[in-house]
């Protein structure tokens, strides 16, 4: 192959379609059954619904090329081979490997977890994976339902959910959106009527359903043994952290937490590329020059995975990529290439200022990350609880590869993608001193990616090394 592309989101289509029409061999695979990522997901085949957005026009530019299209097939690992790069792969029609010459990670972003008192309890799920329910089986996530979060999928989520026959009982914003402070962003919008009036689709269905809306106020315990029973909520300061006298309990049997995204870096860091820390956007990301190409040479990282940006700084990225990584295999010349990057440019620096917004906008505050007490679960894989990564720090750790060492937190199914950050945090709070909570976090580290990236059985694994 020439260009491997992994994830099949608006990044992925994009760069794929870019490479192909420009005659890359290329190859675009998605860990899903049918190609859309998150923002374009697909009903199963069996669903038999109608084709639901744009994406089926890329789909059917994309049919027309040589392009080979791997659904419901993981990339869970990925080496340096001489002349670029080998993917191994999992999936009913995948081959076990798949050398190519140059990389496009487009593996979008995952739900932020924030560790609350109660986060574990059965009925609290994240406004993201609720989505993914209904749009990817159209199952509600519960009957009364309670949104806390921040960020625009808050209002889209809680309209899709109402429209859906739920009663959501509020939608908590923890961004207080000062009329001052908004102003200052004002420019941003500039382009975005589109994304405009859909928010305003969604705040009239909202206020049609009678769905209460409140700025500035956050669940901050959520209560039930075996079941969601109540949340205590609470109106935040700046820092995100709750006004006394402020607490309220509202009932509901399900409660979403939407605190943003994480990018999921798993491949770029199993690649050796170098990573910054860079919480509006999303937290650890890997450090790209402007053809979004990584500090591997041939492995380009665009879209959400990359830094969170929304679907159209997504598309806008992978198209660049695909065209670089075409002209990097001999496919486009140098001027092709940079025409392609020109058309570009307008789009890119209109979705990257609204991208900047959204993260001075809508990224929580230190606050939040402090609700958590001795007894709250920070590993839920392991059962790991803040008191016993609390004791290991006491006890000499510093890093999160220590604290993993004494508590096993981070060992389980999902190898630290969840409790990742919260650990750091845990660390970095703990630890105190002169330098800033960011600073302590990334002397904290991040535990270390190893293939397979998601648990696979024991039998693909020895095929794998036969074939
Ligand atoms: C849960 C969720 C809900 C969202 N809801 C909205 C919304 O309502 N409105 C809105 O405007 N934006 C929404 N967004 C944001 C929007 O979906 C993203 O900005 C956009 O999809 C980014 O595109 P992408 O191509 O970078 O990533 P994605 O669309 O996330 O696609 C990434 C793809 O990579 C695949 N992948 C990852 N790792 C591997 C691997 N190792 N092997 C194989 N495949 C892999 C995944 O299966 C996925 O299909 C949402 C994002 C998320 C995460």
């Not at 859309?36 to 089926?56: C, I, N």
């Not at 106020?217 to 300061?237: H, L, N, R």
């Not at 929304?310 to 806008?316: F, K, Q, T």
């Not at 200022?353 to 230190?366: N, Q, S, V, Y």
Request: hydrophobic share 45%; with cysteine; proline share 6%.
């Amino acid at each position: 192959m020439d260009v491997a592309v992994i994830g099949a989101g608006p990044a992925g289509l994009e760069a794929a379609l870019a490479a192909a029409e420009a005659g890359a061999r290329v190859a675009l695979i998605d860990a899903y059954l049918r190609p859309g990522g998150q923002y374009w997901r697909q009903l199963p085949a069996e669903f038999d619904g109608p084709p639901l957005h744009e994406s089926s026009a890329l789909l059917a530019r994309l049919a027309a090329t040589e392009a080979r299209l791997l659904t419901g097939t993981l990339v869970w690992g990925a080496f340096p081979v001489e002349g670029g790069w080998q993917l191994t792969l999992h999936g009913p029609n995948a081959p076990h490997r798949l050398p190519a010459q140059t990389l496009i990670l487009a593996t979008g972003a995952y739900d932020r977890p924030i560790a609350l008192p109660g986060w574990t309890v059965p009925g609290v799920i994240t406004t993201g994976a609720a989505q993914t329910l209904l749009k990817s089986q159209r199952v509600l996530p519960g009957r009364r339902i309670l949104l806390s979060g921040t960020g625009p999928l808050q209002l889209a989520a809680a309209a899709q959910l109402v429209e859906a026959g739920a009663e959501v009982v509020a939608v908590l914003e923890g961004a207080a959106l000062a009329v001052g402070r908004g102003l200052r962003h004002l420019p941003a919008l500039a382009g975005q009527s589109a994304r405009l009036a859909e928010g305003w689709r969604y705040w009239r269905a909202l206020r049609r359903a009678g769905v209460p809306l409140r700025f500035g106020w956050s669940v901050i315990k959520i209560e039930g043994d075996s079941e969601v029973e109540a949340a205590v909520i609470a109106q935040i300061d700046d820092d995100w952290r709750p006004i006394p006298g402020s607490e309220r309990t509202v009932a509901a049997d399900t409660v979403l937490l939407g605190y943003g995204f994480t990018p999921a870096t798993q491949l770029s860091r199993l690649l050796g590329c170098e990573h910054d820390f860079a919480p509006a956007h999303g937290g650890l990301v890997p450090r790209r020059d402007d053809i979004f190409q990584t500090t591997c040479p041939g492995v380009f990282a665009v879209g959400d995975g990359a830094g969170l940006g929304g679907v159209e700084l997504a598309r806008s990225e992978g198209r660049i990529a695909g065209a670089a990584a075409a002209q990097q295999v001999g496919r486009l010349t140098a001027a092709e290439t940079a025409a392609a990057i020109a058309r570009e440019q307008a789009a890119l620096a209109r979705e990257q200022r609204f991208a900047a917004m959204l993260g001075a906008l809508f990224t929580p505050g230190p606050g939040l990350y402090e609700l958590a007490t001795d007894d709250t679960i920070i590993c839920r894989c392991e059962e790991v609880r803040l008191a016993e990564i609390r004791a290991a720090v006491a006890g000499g750790a510093a890093t999160v590869s220590e604290v993993k060492g004494v508590t096993r937190c981070g060992m389980g199914n999902c190898q630290g993608r969840i409790c990742g950050e919260l650990v750091a945090r845990a660390i970095a709070r703990e630890l105190g001193g002169p330098a800033s909570l960011t600073e302590r976090m990334i002397a904290a580290g991040t535990f270390s990616v190893r293939p397979p990236l998601e648990p696979l059985s024991l039998s693909v694994l020895a095929d794998a090394a036969e074939k």
